[in-house]
């Protein structure tokens, strides 16, 4: 087993750790909301908010893991911009909701999340991977572009044809 492979599996473990506790952990908060606080409605409130408010935080916090190695290579292609977006405009907009209603259960994990928004959009502006694109003379003086492949990992060459060029490819050389 590779390295490579052996961390894959180890993060697929503790993926799963998560989720069953999260799944564990929920079933708990719903059992002391539901039946143990039953009568106690501001107590209740605290608890879901604050159950709430780790969850939430927690899904805003997730694609802070990779921006050290973002970082580190300089590339934030594993971030797609429009999520990022809808991240930064529903964090801010529940956080200004939240800061209206005097709600700071509701505004404090989304004025997080619209920040860890706007930080994946600096990143994504900052250190977008775009291709660059080569342009060469073939041997018979035709202009062609050397472009990044799409996922295939080689690049791929493209011919750039005008319509003059395409009558003269029909004409026998002068030469």
Known sequence: ETNVAHHRKKGKDVEKMFVWGTCG????????????????QKTKRVVAGAYCNAVLATYYASPLSEMKEMLTRRDAS????????????????WAAYGFASNDWFL???????????????????TFSKKKKQKKTRGTDGMEMEQRGGGGGGGDVIVANLSSEDLILSGQPSSS
């Open 78 to 93: 594993s971030l797609y911009w429009p999520m990022s977006a809808a991240i930064t405009v529903n964090g801010f907009s």
């Open 107 to 125: 505004f404090s994990p989304n004025a997080f999340g619209g920040v860890v928004g706007v930080v994946q959009l600096v990143f994504l502006a």
């Open 25 to 40: 952990a929920t079933s708990v908060v719903g059992f002391l909301v539901g039946v143990v606080l039953h009568d106690d």
